[in-house]
């Protein structure tokens, strides 16, 4: 059996022959659970096999204009990591945010072993414990190296970490935002997420998870979600937010739908190769903000030490189960 490397989670990272995407929605699922089963000895046992429980929350935000934090691969417990944390309360101390969403690998390099790690101290408390708002994560794979239950089931004395469900969706009148968990590659998971994006009533829909379907880093594009993903986002959800290569990206849309990478949190960098498909890529510590309302989705990148990197508006919403015509984005701030 093939031996992969412990960086990259295999299962998402197998360059498939064209006829496996002929027939990928038939044997896709039935292909990644054989490498979550067999092929990928870090996952922890207790992880294999965890139940497909989706949850829904209504969130308590303004209807006229939200604003959230999205952080991700930031769990190094490094000098990045707080950085960056000290420059979200100093963003947040100037225009605070309703809320946040993680989008994986919350801990390294092997998540947390249980509701009483001292990770949790020295990694969330310590760093995001202060923000004053509620952060729901996603998981990535290192998160999968350690208790994935440990996460679901922490209670933050902080209340920060709001974690409902490993896929949920967190619902507004404004915005419909869908966590996804990239590490679990059923059907059963698409489907469900094909529901939700159908029968959103929101304004905007935005999708998040760890792996991200294009990148100019050091994971590349992934030809798995480009395949059993990328098909239900494309002229439907505004952006699909990701992380897992340690920078800053946004990538130009697809029939409105646009590709952000939030990886630079804390964990360690990694360097970028040129790629045309980009509107902005940065091996940099950073977080992205985004400002939401009606008429726009105001997107941000921030770095290490707060100062703003980027920022592009994207003006209309996809709206595929409507048939309506998308728009891109604006052309960024200089």
Known sequence: MTTFDAEKFPVWFVRPRVWWKRAAAVWLPALLLLGLSGCYSRISDGNRGLPFAPAE????????MVRVLVLGDFGQGSGG?????????????????????????????RGVSSVADAKWHSRWEEPYGNLGFPIYPTLGNH????????QLDYESPSNT???????????????????????????????????????????????YGHHPI??????????????????????????????????????????GTHFVISGGGGARLRQLRPDPRTLFAQTMYGFTRLEIDEARIHLEMFDRNGKRVYDANIREQPDRDREKQTAGAEAPTP
Not at 57 to 64: C, I
Not at 82 to 109: K, L, M, Q, S
Not at 143 to 150: M, T
């Open 161 to 207: 970490w709001r974690f409902p469900a490993r896929q949920y969706v967190l619902r507004s009148e404004l915005v419909d935002l869908v966590a996804i968990d990239t590490m679990d590659p059923r059907a059963q998971q698409y489907g469900w997420l094909n529901k939700i994006l159908a029968e959103s009533k929101a304004h905007w829909k935005i999708v």
């Open 143 to 150: 998160d999968y190296y350690g208790d994935v239950q440990a």
């Open 81 to 109: 990591q707080r950085d960056v944390a000290r420059a979200i309360a100093n963003v947040h101390a100037a225009e605070p945010f309703d809320f946040g969403v993680t989008v994986g690998d919350n801990f390294y390099e």
């Open 57 to 64: 929350v209504e969130l308590q935000t303004p209807n006229t």
């Open 214 to 255: 294009f990148s100019a880093g050091y994971h590349g594009d992934n030809e798995l979600l480009e395949t059993a993903l990328l098909p239900l986002l494309r002229g439907r959800a505004a952006i699909y937010l990701a992380g897992h290569d340690h920078d800053l990206q946004h990538f130009k849309p697809i029939e």
